[in-house]
């Protein structure tokens, strides 16, 4: 009688952590997405554009290319026939120079993640992984349209993440452009009105 209650309990919880372990690359993004709310949450005085773009542009660096593809290092290294199995694919070779490519990026995504780090690097970053990710997208169609690959991880919420999580990053990158071109353009507007007043 206790055996059955104990499972389930641990029913919930237990599919909940798959769900977070396996949709990992939608887990890290969110976990982001948090913590760059927390810090602008956190921010005293004027939350600037500038400022709360390159926040979440930050944490998305950080956790959903960093962490992300460090992950997906992992399994598609230590825990290759798995990843292969869930996407529809056989193991191969190409695994491992997938996930050294994963692994990479997510060591760039760590050195880029700054405040202090050069936008253009991330601009390069983004645009990368971007490509990388809706590139992986058509492929998983094509696998779908051709040889009716509808595997879990071909089919499933990997692919929207693949679409959607960096259409988001694309945003983030192209708010903090746009901002940074904005705060440029008022303070050069700024230092003009100011040379034009003085006698």
């Not at 919420?157 to 903090?176: E, K, T």
């Amino acid at each position: 009688m206790s055996n059955s209650s104990d499972v389930t309990a641990e029913g919930p919880i237990a599919e909940t952590i798959a769900f977070l372990i396996g949709n990992y690359m939608i887990t890290l993004f969110v976990v982001g997405l948090i913590a760059g709310a927390v810090r602008i949450l956190r921010l005293r005085g004027e939350r600037s554009s500038v400022t709360v773009s390159g926040i979440l542009l930050n944490s998305f660096v950080f956790w959903a290319i960093g962490c992300g593809q460090v992950v997906n290092f992992v399994m598609h290294s230590i825990f290759g026939d798995y990843a292969a199995k869930t996407i529809g694919w056989a193991q191969s070779p190409f695994q491992l120079e997938l996930a050294l490519c994963s692994l990479g990026i997510g060591v760039m995504a760590f050195l880029l993640y700054s405040d202090r780090s050069a936008f253009r690097g991330k601009v390069a970053l983004v645009i990368a992984v971007v490509i990388f990710g809706w590139g992986a997208a058509v492929g998983h169609i094509y696998q779908i349209v051709v040889n009716h690959d509808y595997a879990v991880n071909n089919t499933g919420l990997l692919l929207y993440s693949d679409i959607v999580i960096n259409a988001i990053g694309l945003a983030f990158m192209l708010w903090h452009a746009w901002a940074l071109r904005r705060t440029t353009a008022d303070h050069v507007t700024v230092r003009t009105d100011a040379l034009v007043a003085s006698p």
